[in-house]
Each structure stands twice: as structure tokens, then as C-alpha cells.
């Protein structure tokens, strides 16, 4: 990728809508830590957050296509709390317009930490 998202890594997350049933692809920034992958709810500092949050509190199990591979994960929303706190840290210093776009809301930014299957 180019421009704004030159050197980011995206993941391909695959989901399904709590209400519709209907089975989603959304292409997400992602950070690889500890073993697991982090996203962050973020939508740009909208003031809701993305509807793929709720998904995945929802869901016991997700299908992530990254680097070539696909992979079922674990799905953890951490919405606050120390460990949301820590791994948000490590999310900004990866993607610092995450500040930027905490001025654009009030919410607090949910941290999805995938964890993938043995």
C-alpha cells in the first residue's frame, strides 16, 4: 500500500453480523504482539464504534487471513482495564494518528486482541 498507509500491515478479518447473519470481509490495520494479533476500534475517531466490535464480542471464533496465511482465532474485546490499556499503548506507538483521532470522540477505543487456534 501507498500514501497515508505506506509501511502498515492490514489483515483480511472475516466476521459475521450479530443482527443480519450476514458474513463480512473488512481490511484492518493490525499490530503482531505476544503472539497474538491487536486491532483497535477506532473507525477513524467516529463517534460510534465499528459494528465488527460487536461481531466479535459476539463470536467465539473468527477466520484472519494474514501474511499469506489464513488462521481461526480467538476474538478478545477488551473495552478498559489495565491489559486495554497496555496493549492501546503498544497500538499507538505503532499507529500514532491514533491520537489524532481520539480528539474526534469521546468514546474510548476498544482493543480486539486475537489470539489464534492451536
Request: net charge negative; no cysteine; proline share 7%.
Given at each position: 500500500m501507498g500514501g497515508h498507509f505506506?509501511?502498515?500491515?492490514?489483515?483480511?478479518?472475516?466476521d459475521v453480523g450479530r443482527k443480519s447473519g450476514?458474513?463480512?470481509?473488512?481490511?484492518?490495520?493490525?499490530l503482531a504482539h505476544e503472539d497474538s494479533y491487536l486491532l483497535v476500534g477506532s473507525a477513524g475517531g467516529a463517534p460510534d464504534e465499528p459494528a465488527w466490535v460487536g461481531?466479535?464480542?459476539?463470536?467465539?471464533?473468527?477466520?484472519?487471513?494474514?501474511?499469506?496465511?489464513?488462521?481461526?482465532a480467538t476474538p478478545t474485546v477488551l473495552r478498559e482495564g489495565p491489559?486495554?490499556?497496555?496493549?492501546?499503548?503498544?497500538?499507538?506507538?505503532?499507529?500514532?494518528?491514533l491520537r489524532e483521532y481520539e480528539t474526534h470522540t469521546t468514546r474510548t477505543f476498544?482493543?480486539?486482541?486475537?489470539?489464534?487456534?492451536?
Open positions: 505506506k509501511n502498515v500491515e492490514l489483515l483480511l478479518l472475516h450476514r458474513e463480512f470481509v473488512h481490511p484492518l490495520l493490525y461481531n466479535l464480542a459476539a463470536m467465539q471464533e473468527v477466520t484472519i487471513e494474514v501474511g499469506g496465511r489464513t488462521l481461526t491489559e486495554r490499556d497496555r496493549l492501546y499503548a503498544a497500538l499507538v506507538d505503532y499507529w500514532p494518528d476498544p482493543v480486539v486482541r486475537l489470539d489464534p487456534a492451536e
